[in-house]
């Protein structure tokens, strides 16, 4: 299984971005999926899951402005953010559980970088 994450960039403050995540190999069934950041100097953290019912959950700092969805038959995540701040600035991981065994996989990581 491989994870092909894009829509990264460089955006000012108060911008937008889009991004996502496309799985590929063998799937047999898709789980949770979600979208975690790493910035400089920091520890990873969740941003944003949501399961394969569409039940969402959000890291509270992000919540009212990033927004996760997912396509099940393009087997993609995608993560909506709006009003970026500052602070949003770091690498977004994508990650999805698979199977009956629940086994993780992660992307390659998208930059994304706010700033004036």
């Known amino acids: 299984v491989q994870l092909q994450a894009s829509g990264g960039g460089l955006v000012q403050p108060g911008g937008s971005l889009r991004l996502s995540c496309a799985a590929s190999?063998?799937?047999?069934?898709?789980?949770?999926m979600g979208w975690y950041r790493q910035a400089p100097g920091k520890q990873r953290e969740l941003v944003a899951t949501i399961t394969s019912g569409d039940s969402t959950k959000y890291l509270d700092s992000v919540k009212g402005r990033f927004t996760i969805s997912r396509d099940n038959a393009k087997n993609t995540v995608y993560l909506q953010m709006n009003s970026l701040k500052f602070e949003d600035t770091a690498i977004y991981y994508c990650n999805v559980d698979i199977g009956p065994l629940s086994v993780d996989y992660w992307g390659q990581g998208t930059l994304v970088t706010v700033s004036s």
């Open positions: 190999g063998s799937i047999f069934s898709i789980n949770t």
